[in-house]
């Protein structure tokens, strides 16, 4: 591992970004943030609630994008009996970096009896951006969490892929405070050739999941698999450690967002009763 002293940004004196976001929500009444902490550039901001959607919360990042260097930490925490969804307000964009890589950590909590909703838009990896990012999930029996990932490898309406840089991801399920789910994928080196490789991405220009933690994930996994079938996506779904795992990718990332949205869109109203339709910042 290269010292981080010795990066290009640190010998330049680049400024970077150091922000955090913490939110806690709580039920009384009904669902409120009850705890709000942030430093630049990490912000969410609450919308007006609309009648039939549970609370809303919007992540942004006012630096429109990280660069090599940046590390920002987001820790999202949904008490006994509240409901809430968060969303950021565009895509995130990893921006080139000099050798530094940009460092993201989230953490996501949904204590017994909560439902939580993670469905940020997509991460678009610039060509040559060096992203490092880990996700804590801690999810209580009797709590849920429905999630949504998806990752652009480049700017590709400006003809740019993703063919230089690096990309670790690192995903840790823990229920009950238990290791139930644990994945990890490193991208480095000769990044075109391996997402052009038949047993990598087989030449995929974006990739993602939608991972459904709850006591009754079981149940919805065949629907899944019909819906994913009938899309325009290379997709798969499975069942691991109680959580429903739904893998996508595909040579037009629309589609795959499009796919991806749908599924969360119905699950989020099977089970829960909520509209069959993503945030309303994802049409904007």
Excluded at 81 to 95: H, L, M, P, R
Excluded at 183 to 201: C, E, K, R, T, Y
Excluded at 259 to 268: G, P
Aim: charged share 25%; proline share 5%.
């Amino acid at each position: 591992m290269a010292d981080p002293t010795d990066y290009p940004e640190r010998r330049l004196g680049l400024q970077r970004d150091n922000g955090f976001l913490e939110v806690r929500f709580e039920r009384h009444d009904r669902t409120r943030p009850v705890h709000v902490a942030h430093r630049s550039p990490c912000r969410m901001l609450f919308p007006r609630q609309e009648p039939d959607e549970p609370l809303l919360g919007v992540f942004i990042t006012t630096s429109g994008g990280t660069a090599g260097g940046d590390v920002l930490r987001v820790s999202i925490e949904a008490s006994r009996g509240a409901t809430a969804t968060v969303t950021s307000q565009a895509a995130e964009k990893i921006y080139p970096s000099l050798g530094a890589p940009s460092q993201l950590s989230l953490r996501l909590r949904a204590e017994e009896g909560a439902e939580l909703e993670w469905l940020p838009q997509e991460t678009i990896l610039f060509n040559s951006a060096r992203l490092e990012r880990r996700v804590e999930l801690d999810v209580a029996p009797g709590g849920s969490l429905l999630a949504l990932d998806l990752v652009v490898f480049g700017r590709l309406a400006r003809g740019e892929r993703f063919t230089a840089g690096a990309l670790h991801d690192v995903w840790r399920l823990r229920r009950g405070g238990r290791l139930t789910w644990a994945d990890a994928l490193d991208l480095s080196g000769d990044v075109a050739a391996q997402i052009a490789n038949p047993a990598g991405f087989g030449g995929a220009t974006a990739a993602g999941l939608v991972l459904l933690v709850a006591d009754d994930a079981a149940a919805w996994v065949d629907e899944a698999r019909a819906r994913l079938s009938r899309g325009s996506s290379r997709a798969g779904v499975t069942l691991v450690g109680g959580a429903l795992v739904a893998r996508a990718l595909g040579a037009e990332p629309a589609h795959v967002r499009r796919d991806l949205a749908d599924l969360a869109s119905w699950l989020r109203a099977a089970r829960s009763g909520h509209p069959a339709r993503m945030p309303r910042f994802w049409s904007i």
